[in-house]
């Protein structure tokens, strides 16, 4: 049973254009929400989070948006630039001290189109 | 060296070898982790070490044994493996287990196959 599901398993994006990739989830016991990013031969690099009591939170091109009601979560980034080419994983923890495990996404395939 | 380093970065074993691989983090946290990545499936959480003490062990089979001599190693010890162990092994480490988003630093990960 996959707590945290990512649907859409690729997404191309012209370059300059926004990227919006989405995250739903089934846990509503998940406080905490994260997004990472995974060139291929690297290990995967945190971008950016959102606590549950938030519904948006900005890092410069990187913007999330949650919507607790939803269950549903999204990262967009704009202008979109070569260099976003990855692949990008979604992931969810409660906030229990102790319970520290990260649930991922299956990750999305962003490519962006010069 | 910088960040998490993991070595070896590939390791091809026959099912009845043992191997062992190692994890070094260069950023001061006190929690360590390792994941498992297989084809299509999301990263899967095996073991976490806090202040070398493991504090969780996510059911995973005996012939996966972790090793933590000290907050800035993490060894995962390999013997008598299964061809469906094949994936990729990634570390991460974090500051401490501490509530909040916990954000983990992350390896790059050792390639294993299991012939």
């Known amino acids: 049973d996959q707590q945290v599901k990512q649907n859409s398993p690729s997404l191309s994006v012209q370059e300059g254009r926004i990227s919006i990739l989405n995250c739903d989830y089934t846990n509503s016991m998940f406080d905490y929400f994260l997004w990472y990013k995974k060139y291929p031969a690297e290990g995967p690099t945190f971008l950016i989070s959102i606590s549950s009591i938030k519904d948006k939170n900005e890092d410069g091109r990187f913007t999330v948006f949650l919507n607790k009601s939803a269950k549903h979560l999204s990262l967009h980034i704009v202008p979109s630039q070569p260099g976003d080419s990855a692949v990008y994983f979604c992931?969810?923890?409660?906030?229990?001290?102790?319970?520290?495990?990260?649930?991922f996404g299956t990750g999305t395939r962003l490519t962006i189109i010069p | 060296e910088t960040g998490v380093t993991q070595t070896p970065r590939h390791l091809v074993m026959g099912m009845t070898n043992k191997k062992s691989l190692k994890c070094e983090q260069h950023l001061g946290h006190n929690a360590m982790y390792w994941y498992k990545q297989s084809a299509k499936k999301p990263l899967e959480l095996m073991f976490v070490y806090n202040f070398k003490e493991q504090t969780e062990n996510n059911s995973v089979p005996s012939r996966f044994s972790p090793e933590c001599p000290n907050s800035s190693h993490l060894f995962l010890h390999l013997h008598t493996l299964q061809p469906e162990d094949s994936a990729l092994y990634l570390c991460?480490?974090?500051?401490?287990?501490?509530?909040?988003?916990?954000?983990?630093?992350f390896g790059p990960g050792t390639r294993l196959t299991v012939l």
């Open positions: 992931a969810a923890k409660g906030s229990n001290f102790g319970n520290e495990k990260l649930t």
């Open positions: 991460a480490s974090s500051p401490r287990l501490a509530g909040g988003p916990n954000e983990q630093f």
